[in-house]
């Protein structure tokens, strides 16, 4: 379990500012870690805000939810952007679903932590194809502390690091829940995307391989 470098220390001055990345599949308890760290540094007296990408509404408008059912209250932006002059006065920001905002989220937790921020990025690692997804590889990159949480394979029940998607779209963003997304290990990742694309062939359709 992530053990906070410090927590309570709200009258050093100047504060320093650090970045955490909570990465992982659909179902793999992002959400449920980012608000467990953000309840505690509320505990701790901190002021916590909490920003998640404007098209992602699935649940709820304002609120950050797990699939438990967890929730905190959180700011819609639609660009990173707006971030900064949102999180000014604030000792820790928390991010969800990182990976639906462009290139710049990276440069503007940069610029959060830089300013003494503590700031805390949760979102998935592959996108249903397996593959990097947008920004958080660069985020991965840039900060101190990186938890890789893990779901399980609903097929197997190993550990699954792959969201796999039964639906049928191609795009590269599809927002849904267990009826569009599997949480699978690598070995029953591989297993659908084979029995996908002999679906495909079989019904005379062409498919994207890895
Ligand atoms: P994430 O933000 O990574 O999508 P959440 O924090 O919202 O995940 O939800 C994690 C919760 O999802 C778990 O505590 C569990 O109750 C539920 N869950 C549903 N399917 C699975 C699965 N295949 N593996 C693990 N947890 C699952
Ligand atoms: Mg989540």
């Not at 947008?134 to 991965?140: K, Q, V």
């Not at 792959?162 to 590269?172: C, G, L, P, Q, T």
Request: aromatic share 6%; with cysteine.
């Amino acid at each position: 379990m992530f053990i906070e470098p410090r927590v309570g220390n709200a009258r050093e001055t100047p504060r320093r500012g650090w970045i955490e990345v909570v990465c992982g599949s659909m179902f793999s308890g992002k959400t449920e870690e980012l608000i467990r760290r953000l309840n505690r540094a509320r505990i701790a007296r901190q002021h916590v805000e909490i920003f998640k990408p404007a098209l992602d509404t699935r649940y709820h408008e304002l609120d950050v939810v797990s699939h438990n059912a967890n929730s905190i209250r959180s700011t819609p932006v639609q660009l990173p952007e707006e971030m900064l002059l949102l999180a000014s006065g604030c000792d820790v920001v928390g991010i969800d679903e990182a990976q639906f905002f462009d290139a710049s989220v990276v440069d503007v937790c940069i610029q959060l932590a830089n300013h003494g921020k503590r700031v805390i990025v949760a979102g998935l690692d592959m996108d249903y194809m397996g593959k990097p997804f947008g920004p958080m590889p660069a985020l991965m990159a840039v900060a101190e502390y990186v938890t890789k949480v893990h779901a399980v394979c609903v097929r197997c029940g190993e550990i699954a690091s792959y969201s796999f998607r039964i639906a049928a779209s191609e795009d590269k963003i599809l927002l849904g829940e267990t009826d569009s997304y599997e949480a699978r290990c690598r070995h029953c990742f591989l297993e659908g995307l084979k029995d996908k694309s002999e679906e495909a062939e079989a019904s005379g359709a062409t498919v994207k391989h890895q």
